[in-house]
């Protein structure tokens, strides 16, 4: 079954400092895959997507995310956090066998300190 | 451009009510998806709508039903509802040629 695990539920960075949220999935196919960060009472923003080629991909906000095929894993990365960086963020793979559908992770909640 | 827009931003009901919401896709996108965001269940699939037809269905109860309109603007009906039903409920729309989703701010309906 599809899958998307993000193991980190909260994540606790100082101001300037570098940040890493993991994103592993589990998916037959080859995987289209996507970051979103949703702040307090709002929807979703796209980061940025994964669909083939370049395994690193840029995003918006200063934001990178690496694919690594052999991992199962989608991490999600910026050298340096500012504090209006902190949300909520959200991995997502979507399911395009016959359907089409995302199906996120839990997501991970970023607190930023000053 | 503009993004995808969703009416009403909040909503206040109580059980055994019915509502319905409402979504506008970006314009020229003809794909839209309906999501249910809560603190236990997280992001959960309820249905994708594409020229006027339900092409996928999650796993929520009758209760929960769709249409969408030939500009492509969709409404969500929740019937009978329940306090369970308490959530944002998110609407996505999407180009049938790309695979992105882009998400509206979604509607935030309390049950009573």
């Known amino acids: 079954a599809q899958s998307v695990t993000q193991p980190d539920i909260h994540i606790t960075v100082s101001e300037g400092a570098s940040l890493e949220l993991r994103c592993n999935y589990s998916?037959?196919?080859?995987?289209?895959l996507f970051w979103y960060v949703q702040s307090p009472g709002q929807g979703l923003q796209l980061l940025l997507k994964?669909?083939?080629?370049?395994?690193l991909v840029q995003g918006i906000k200063g934001f990178e995310a690496e694919f690594k095929r052999s991992q199962s894993s989608f991490n999600l990365r910026k050298p340096s956090v500012h504090w209006s960086d902190a949300a909520e963020y959200f991995c997502a793979v979507a399911v395009t066998s016959g359907t089409y559908k995302y199906i996120f992770g839990t997501g991970t909640r970023l607190k930023v300190l000053a | 451009k503009a993004g995808v827009t969703q009416t009403p931003r909040y909503l206040i009901k109580t059980r055994g009510q019915q509502v319905t919401l409402s979504c506008s896709p970006i314009?020229?996108?003809?794909?839209v998806s309906w999501y249910q965001q809560t603190p236990g269940q997280g992001l959960q699939f309820l249905f994708e709508?594409?020229?006027?037809?339900?092409?996928n269905k999650g796993n929520f109860p009758g209760r929960f039903s769709g249409r969408q309109f030939s500009n492509s603007r969709s409404e969500m009906n929740v019937s009978t509802l329940e306090l369970g039903d308490s959530a944002l409920y998110l609407c996505a729309s999407r180009r049938q040629s790309t695979d992105t989703q882009y998400f509206g701010p979604g509607t935030r309906l309390t049950v009573l």
């Open positions: 709508y594409f020229s006027e037809t339900q092409r």
């Open positions: 994964y669909f083939s080629g370049d395994t």
């Open positions: 314009s020229g996108h003809r794909s």
């Open positions: 998916y037959g196919a080859t995987p289209y």
